[in-house]
């Protein structure tokens, strides 16, 4: 019995009939697949080679699939045999470029969502005390906890509540685990879950760890995850032992005797197996033994019940799900790219293939070359530090004059246009349905404005709000069961269940300030916003309180006709009339922009053009050059 078949079998035990599968079409799909578990598990550790980029662990994993890997399903396989890095893996001389690109668009990815700014507080019940949200509507529900999605609450200030969550999170090295691991991994892998315990050995507050895709199990009920099964390997006391060590988690419902309510309450398993083997999965549970044969482990509570809590204390993490795999939970961003990754590469390393082949070749004449006076054979020149003395009518060995040229060079003519067009199509396709070539510094255009910049960046703006979509009810769930579990370390009881929680995101590919500005004050003369609502779209909270109160009272005042306001626009026509009556020109507005008339002012007796613009005569007089204040000429260059 392998190790996923004794937690499928427990978990049925525990939970019920939560195994779902056996339709027509997923058995028609399997008719040559003998373990679809294990080509789970395969796609996951390829998804991680291709996203560490590294060609020397690349050509070693499918080295290894083609000896060993491939053949335990050799119909699924047959594409892959054929691969770039798959044949190239088989061939010595041969150098093998790998572009890298995998790793560019997750860490792109994950630098564009970023992290957000949260704020907790208790929730009263009160709705009055609810935001209105954004992009948000009532009645949606998680598709991966099954649990009603998180509404956005407004928090002005710091509350006890958010002061806890930032020392748990700094306790646990919360945003290096979500920056470094949890975001990167899920965008790879597919999936993943933050699992919160404690340890009061190690901290106060619980910790908050990330396991990846091939250690951590769901089981769903109804299209609700009921029950998590968590994975670790530890080595044991004696040499070459190999424990298991799984943790399972479950909600189990409870009807009170004396109300007859029904809660549920959370169940915590811990167990070790020891196991032989050595591919993950595919490891054969001997026996169990107890957590006191795990050195790490020893003093760890086997069994724990939580009374009256609905939770897992634990967050699955899934940015997208693959409704038509019933092993995978969620899915890949590589897993319609794998292909293309592997034509990328291919292209790279034909290209430096014929960039070493067309390097000159050179021949030398022997009779110049110097020789060593040991063996009496010429000397193989130097790569780099090359002294030659040539000189005419010298004699050979031989005794006969030598008049042929001691170096010649020749170089094939290679096309490397073609390469080049080819690895821009690529990788076009490549970032197709998920990223912008703009992102990743791309140019497709010769387009430079503001406007056409975010045009470029619609599909990375689409995928960026999609993956915070996610991240909204991620987080919210984490930090729901990091003050859960505070609670229970100080008390011994959760009495608290859920927070209100505000998760608030720095703006992407936002207009630039002159833009915002632009359209802004056009709202705001036309009445179509408030000057608060200006104020907060134009500036959001970078100004203090104060500078933002003084400026709301400057446009209050500035639009509100009773105190002889007259708007911006109209104070700017205004300013322009004053300027205009100021420099003489207010009976003729038109004269200061036609060239043809400022021409003719400016030429008048040959006078400076800033007094004639200002409606002065010459104030340089008939003579003109040293009359007081004037300018003296400037000569142009010959």
Known sequence: ???????????????????????????????????????????????????????????????????????????????????????????????????????????????????????????????????????EEEGQVDPVTGQPAPKKVKIEKDTPETT??????????????????????????GWGCYKISWDLAVSDHPYITYYRAENVDFMTKCGKVIGIVFKDWYRGKREGDRYLVTELRYLKPRREPETGRITRDLYMETRAWKVSGGDGEQDTVIYQDGLSDVPELAGVEQDLMINDFD??????????????????????????????????DQELS???????????????????????????????????????????GGTTIDGTTNTNQPVQVTQPSVDFSRYGQAVTDTVSQILSGLMSPATMGINVAVQSTAQSQREKEKITISTVKHIRNRLNT??????????????????????????????????????????????????????????????????GESLSKKDFDDELRYLTKLHDPDQGGMGTEAMGQDMNQGMDQGMGMGDQGQDQNDPNKIAQMIGQGGGDAAAV????SNPKGPAGQNAPGARKPLKQKE
């Open 350 to 392: 034909q290209q430096s293939m014929c960039v070493r082949k067309s390097t000159p070749v050179e021949y030398f004449n022997s009779d110049f070359l110097e020789v060593d006076p040991n063996t009496g054979l010429p000397i193989q020149p130097k790569e780099y530090d090359r002294k030659y003395v040539l000189y005419k």
């Open 164 to 189: 806890m969550l930032r020392e748990i999170f700094s306790e646990s090295g919360f945003w290096d685990v979500y920056t470094g691991v949890q975001m990167p991994m899920t965008l790879v892998e």
């Open 311 to 344: 939770q897992l204390l634990a967050q699955p993490c899934i940015f997208y799900q693959d409704p038509t795999d019933d092993c995978s939970p969620g899915r890949s961003i590589f897993q319609n790219k794998i292909d293309l990754f592997d034509d990328l």
């Open 613 to 616: 613009l200002q409606g002065k």
């Open 1 to 135: 019995m392998t190790v996923n078949d004794y937690l499928r079998a427990r978990a049925l035990g525990v939970l019920g009939n939560v195994v779902q599968g056996g339709s027509p079409a997923e058995q028609g799909r399997l008719t040559f697949i003998s373990d679809t578990q294990r080509i789970a598990v395969n796609k996951i550790r390829t998804y991680d080679i291709w996203y560490k980029g590294d060609s020397a662990e690349l050509n070693n994993r499918y080295n290894k699939e083609n000896t060993i890997g491939f053949n335990y399903e050799p119909i699924y396989y047959e594409n892959d045999r054929n691969m770039f890095w798959a044949v190239a893996s088989t061939e010595k001389d041969i150098k093998r470029t790998h572009s890298g690109m995998p790793q560019d668009i997750v860490n792109t990815l994950v630098g564009l969502v970023d992290r957000p700014v949260i704020s907790v507080s208790r929730n009263t019940g009160n709705e009055e005390d609810e935001d209105e949200g954004e992009d």
């Open 474 to 539: 991620i987080l919210t769930g984490v930090v729901n069961a990091a003050l859960a579990a505070e609670e229970y370390i100080r008390t011994g009881q959760i009495t608290q269940k859920r927070y209100d929680v505000s998760i608030k995101w720095a703006e992407f590919a936002s207009m630039s300030f002159e833009d915002k500005a632009a359209v802004l004050t056009g709202m705001l003369d036309n009445g179509d916003i408030s000057p608060k609502l200006y104020m907060q779209k134009l500036y």
